[in-house]
């Protein structure tokens, strides 16, 4: 069966990365691409942006350019999302989940389970 | 970018009956729309896709309809399990991919 499974929970202070990893397991991992979705507490989904797991294409949302750095390993059949320069707003859930290859698919059919990220001085 | 708002907000139903959810697109989005049920705690799951399409698994009861900027997911008879928080996301002109703010259904 398809599964994403996701590192833990991080606490970072204001300034730092984080980088969080999406094992993916159950399906050919090259034939998808992962898109990194996050929720703020109590808010809702926030899209981040899509890296294709069999050319390493990507693209970020605008608001996250310059800090965000999608990344997969193949060899391990695991995705990457790293932020940089944490704020306190960067506070939340992140998300991967399965998307297309090429481009964004008609829907995120498999998540992983979340992982949250808190930032705090 | 293209803003998905959902009405209502909130919906106060009861088991059995009919719910109808809307999303409205700021520009035509064709059929490029999605439908996401999220349970406290847990991660959205896909419910519908391009509009109409249920995804593996999802019961008949939950439908969707519509096209271009107007798009309606249906819950024909509420099941206890069906009251969560529903998103409406888009992907036409990607990038970027957008989400609706959510309308809770809650128990009435």
């Known amino acids: 069966q398809v599964q994403l499974v996701q590192s833990g929970a991080e606490v970072k202070k204001p300034g730092a990365s984080v980088k969080v990893s999406c094992k993916a397991s159950g399906y050919t991992f090259t034939s998808y691409g992962i898109s990194w979705v996050r929720q703020a507490p109590g808010q809702g989904l926030e899209w981040m942006g899509w890296i294709s797991a069999y050319n390493g294409n990507t693209n970020y949302a605008q608001k996250l350019q310059g800090r965000v750095t999608m990344t997969t390993d193949t060899s391990t059949s695991t995705a990457y999302m790293e932020l940089r320069s944490l704020r306190s707003d960067d506070t939340a859930v992140y998300y991967c989940a399965r998307d297309g290859v090429w481009y964004s698919s008609g829907g995120f059919d498999y998540w992983g389970q979340g992982t949250l990220v808190t930032v705090s001085s | 970018e293209i803003v998905l708002t959902q009405s209502p907000a909130t919906l106060s139903l009861s088991p059995g009956e009919r719910a109808t959810l809307s999303c409205r697109a700021s520009?035509?989005?064709?059929?490029?729309l999605a439908w996401y049920q999220q349970k406290p705690g847990q991660a959205p799951r896909l419910l519908i896709y391009?509009?109409?399409n249920r995804a593996t698994g999802i019961p008949a009861r939950f439908s969707g309809s519509g096209s271009g900027t107007d798009f309606t997911l249906t819950i024909s008879s509420l099941e206890p399990e069906d009251f969560a928080v529903y998103y409406c996301?888009?992907?036409?002109?990607?990038?970027?991919?957008?989400f609706g703010q959510g309308t809770k259904l809650e128990i009435k």
């Open positions: 391009d509009a109409s």
């Open positions: 996301q888009q992907r036409s002109n990607w990038p970027p991919t957008t």
């Open positions: 520009q035509s989005v064709s059929s490029y």
